[in-house]
């Protein structure tokens, strides 16, 4: 049956307003073509805002100091310490271990645990705390971070639809009808109300998991960005690949065939026939792994060896010597992944203790475990007898070697490097500070209903106090650009809510619809809405606005009320078209994506999200009497 909609009277537009709605073009506009930082744009709704007067500089600054944003910055911290207590190396090996290593298993594993740890946890937590994981797992697989940082940060806000306690909105729900019901018993005819259970919303949430993850499984070469230009390719940065690149190469892992003579590494002399180097050795049936091979080192049949090389030469080599080339790395994929180990330039020094020396008189790879792979000197990349050169102050030398080798060469050698060096030494004796801090602080949030910014703020005072991380380390380990976006965007959705613009966007929308409307129409629009509203207001922002605007609509059109509060609470999580929500924020940086990255994976999953929702509210909760239409 169709009912008569009334029209309701919508506010004047006030010039407070108009600021509101130009700002918000503004900052899409500016999303969208780049022409500053994400970063930026933050910052110039901070001051764009109480400079003209919308809202007060109190309102303009208080993203700085909203829960969410000291959540992510306490939990960034708790990560790094997680990292430096090698936590984070730990829990990401046993993910490859046990879910592969295709890029396809790797996302389906991060965000099953992520969809699952947000069902109980605020989503921005669950997601904050597996971000290392990822970026780790993505370095040590050399897969591009792009390519999982997405569809794990979408289960994350997915995840949160699977209990009512895992996003504000739901966690709010049953409050805002209980008081919208008291004020209109007479519309209900003295009907009871009956709260939403903790798991009632369940089957929506699942069947919102299973359409994401068939979404990013079927899509994902159309919808997720390539590879992105980053800051090192492979194991080599971008700086020196232009210079030694096409000399030096890339890591190769060959076996040794059965019928090889055992020869030891001096007498192959791979470096002056090939320009090879030798990384590593893979003996006993990989069970020893040698690093940075000394020349005395005796090759037997069945060894795997890591060569670093062009590959003009490693086919010739391969040919000469009948070794086989493997197609990937698969014995020294995590000793030679480029989490874990690449190539550096040093310069040598006139204090250096190199000067006027050979690598060999100091016996150089069996000190340092670090294999040296050119010496850049008057224009000229020497490449073979490398060792045996007289070295000179103002040489550039390359070497590649695992990153936590290197502090120690700076060290001792008094060498300058020309980049800064990529790996950290981890310290496993504070894993159990580490794990004792972030424990706590779920436990104040689980247990004691603590707030998440106090809880994790908590843990995070403790990686401190600890001594997993020095404060200057804490303070390093924050990135501050998500921070600024973060904090630049919540005076916005403050702006919307205190000058009436939200309220008047609704009304227009509601009176353009107007006239006759169904119950299956409404639903369309409450989702329509709430969509909008949950991306350029906080999601509570568009919740407390629209659960009891939806319920009374409901009624007039002779609706279940609480589907339509059901209803507005569920999709306010659908916000992945832009990086406003808190999340997609989060992992912008780290995934190296622009905002058209998140309109184009994230237009198809809004529209995914809200099918679902439509679909499982209108008709699968009426099929099993769990709601009726």
């Given at each position: ?7 309701l ?6 010039t ?20 500053v ?13 109480p ?10 600054i208080s ?15 708790i990560?790094?310490?997680?990292k ?6 730990d ?12 890029e ?8 099953g ?7 109980f946890?605020?989503n ?15 370095k040590q ?6 390519r999982?940082l997405?569809?794990?940060?979408f ?21 805002l ?18 709260p939403f ?7 929506v ?5 299973m ?12 919808v ?9 390719a492979g194991?080599m940065s971008?700086?020196l690949?232009d210079?030694y ?10 076996v ?18 090939y320009?090879?180097t030798?990384a590593?050795?893979a003996k006993?049936n ?19 060896v ?5 590959d003009?030469h490693?086919?010739?080599?391969a040919?000469?010597?009948g070794?086989?080339?493997?197609e ?7 000793d030679?992944s ?6 550096v ?5 006139p ?8 690598m ?13 792979l ?36 700076k060290d001792k ?6 980049e800064?060096?990529?790996g950290?030494?981890t ?9 004792g ?8 949030v ?8 106090i809880a994790?703020?908590?843990g ?8 997993v991380?020095?404060?200057d380390?804490?303070?390093?380990s924050?990135?501050?650009m ?9 005076p ?8 009436g ?48 605007l ?14 339509a ?5 569920i999709?306010?999580s ?9 999340v ?6 780290p995934g ?24 499982m ?6 099929l099993?009497?769990l709601?009726?239409?």
């Open positions: 049956m169709d009912w008569e909609i009334a029209m009277v919508a506010p004047p537009l006030t407070d307003m108009l600021i509101v709605l130009l700002t918000l073009v503004l900052v899409i506009t500016l999303f969208v073509l780049e022409w930082r994400v970063d930026v744009v933050g910052l110039i709704v901070m001051t764009l805002l400079l003209t007067g919308v809202i007060t500089a109190d309102d303009a993203g700085l100091s909203s829960n969410a944003v000291v959540a992510i910055i306490a939990v960034m911290i990560g790094a310490g997680l430096k207590s090698g936590i984070i190396g829990l990401s090996h046993h993910i490859v271990r046990l879910a592969g290593e295709t396809s298993r790797i996302m389906i594993f991060l965000t645990s992520v969809a699952i740890i947000s069902s946890m605020q921005i937590g669950a997601v904050a705390l597996f971000l290392p994981v990822a970026t780790r797992i993505s697989l050399n897969l591009p971070a792009s999982i997405m569809p794990m940060g289960a994350g806000i997915v995840g949160g639809c699977l209990s009512l306690v895992g996003s504000s909105p739901l966690i709010l729900l049953n409050d009808m209980g008081s919208w019901w008291i004020h209109n018993a007479a519309s209900v005819a003295g009907k009871a109300f009956e259970g903790l798991f009632d919303v369940t089957p949430g699942i069947a919102l998991g359409g994401g993850f068939l979404y990013f499984v079927l899509l994902r070469e159309y997720l960005p390539s590879t992105k230009d980053q800051e090192r194991f971008s700086y690949d210079i690149g096409k000399r030096v190469g890339k890591i190769f892992e060959l040794v065939p059965e019928d090889f003579t055992i020869t030891s590494l001096e007498e192959l002399k791979l470096r002056p026939l320009h090879t030798i590593s050795i006993d990989c069970q020893r792994i040698s690093l940075a091979p000394a020349r005395t080192e005796m090759l037997r049949p069945g060894d795997v890591g060569l670093v090389s062009t003009e490693i086919q010739q080599l040919k000469d010597l070794w086989i080339i493997k990937d790395l698969e014995v020294f994929r995590e030679l480029p989490e874990n180990a690449g190539i330039e040093a310069v040598v020094t204090h250096s203790e190199l000067a006027g020396k050979s060999r008189e100091i016996h150089f790879r069996s000190r340092y475990q670090v294999s040296p050119a010496i850049f000197r008057d224009n000229d990349v020497h490449l073979s007898d490398i060792s045996y050169m007289k070295l000179q102050h103002g040489d550039a030398l390359l070497f590649h070697g695992q990153w936590t080798k290197f502090p120690l060469m050698l008094h060498l300058v490097f020309t800064d060096i990529p950290e030494i310290h496993p004796e504070k894993a159990k500070y580490a794990i801090c972030l424990c706590i602080s779920l436990a104040m689980l247990g004691l209903k603590i707030k998440l910014c994790f703020l908590t995070a005072v403790g990686i401190i106090l600890s001594k991380l020095t404060a380390e804490a303070y390093k924050v990135d501050w998500t921070i600024f976006l973060l904090s630049g965007l919540i916005l959705g403050i702006a919307f809510e205190k000058t613009a939200s309220q008047y966007i609704v009304i227009l929308l509601m009176n353009a619809v107007g006239g006759t409307m169904s119950p299956l129409t409404l639903m369309i629009l409450i989702i329509a809405l709430t969509t909008f509203f949950t991306l350029v207001v906080s999601n509570v922002g568009a919740a407390v606005l629209l659960v009891p939806a319920m009374n609509m409901a009624i007039h059109v002779g609706a279940d009320p609480r589907i509060a059901l209803l507005v609470g999709s306010a659908n916000t992945f078209i832009l990086p406003t929500h808190q997609n924020a989060l992992i912008m940086r190296g994506y622009s905002a058209m990255d998140y309109v184009r994976a994230g237009t198809g999953m809004t529209a995914i999200f809200a099918a679902v929702t439509l679909g509210l209108y008709y699968v909760y009426p099993f009497g709601l009726s239409i």
